[in-house]
């Protein structure tokens, strides 16, 4: 009945994960300070949890955006297609700018991003990504901060999901083979 019953295996117990954002955060204090007042754009939907837990770890003052763009449809291979679906509210000119993502897999959707608001001018741009796949990588991008390297495996939980499900797991984990073949 639960999600939990469609979980195969756990990759990233809740515990690992609370304490790697911990980690990030304090690194990422190590870089800017009050006067960058650096604005986070979380990459929507998928970022959202690891955005505001990494958020709370955050000594600067600081700012957040969204940014929604697609690159997958409901199955779990990139389409190769990346459309900005939500564009920022506000200018980055002149800003120090943080990506926070999920997810970096074929590394497209990061390098679309990267490329289209470094055209904005900002003052800086970083990306910290929650996860990454290297054995995946088809474009190379320059990640500053990563959390954990995964194996080469659709993940769920923690903000990722599988059909728009899945998102409110509190670790990373794998779907059994039955959940994937009924959908995708
Ligand atoms: P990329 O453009 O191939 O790097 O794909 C990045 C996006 O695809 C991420 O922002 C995720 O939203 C999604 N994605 C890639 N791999 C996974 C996965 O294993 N689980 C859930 N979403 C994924
Ligand atoms: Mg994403």
């Given at each position: 009945m639960g999600l939990q019953d469609d979980v195969a295996r756990v990759l990233i117990t809740e515990d690992e994960l609370q304490t790697r954002v911990a980690e990030l955060g304090w690194a990422i204090n190590e870089v800017y300070n009050d006067d960058d007042r650096p604005l986070l754009v979380c990459v929507l939907k998928g970022a959202f949890i690891f955005l505001a837990d990494l958020t709370r770890h955050l000594a600067m003052r600081h700012e957040v955006d969204f940014m929604e763009v697609s690159s997958?449809?409901?199955?779990?291979?990139?389409?190769?297609v990346v459309r900005i679906l939500l564009d920022l509210?506000?200018?980055?000119?002149?800003r120090h700018v943080l990506i926070v993502e999920d997810i970096v897999d074929s590394g497209r959707t990061l390098a679309y991003m990267a490329r289209n608001l470094q055209t904005r001018g900002p003052a800086s741009l970083r990306i910290c990504a929650l996860l990454s796949k290297p054995a995946r990588r088809e474009v190379d991008v320059e990640l500053d901060w990563v959390g954990f390297e995964v194996p080469n495996e659709f993940v769920v939980g923690y903000g990722l999901d599988y059909a728009e499900e899945y998102?409110?797991?509190?670790f990373i984990g794998v779907l059994k083979e039955e959940v994937y073949a009924k959908s995708g």
């Open positions: 997958y449809g409901a199955g779990t291979e990139s389409t190769g509210e506000q200018s980055i000119e002149g998102r409110s797991l509190p």
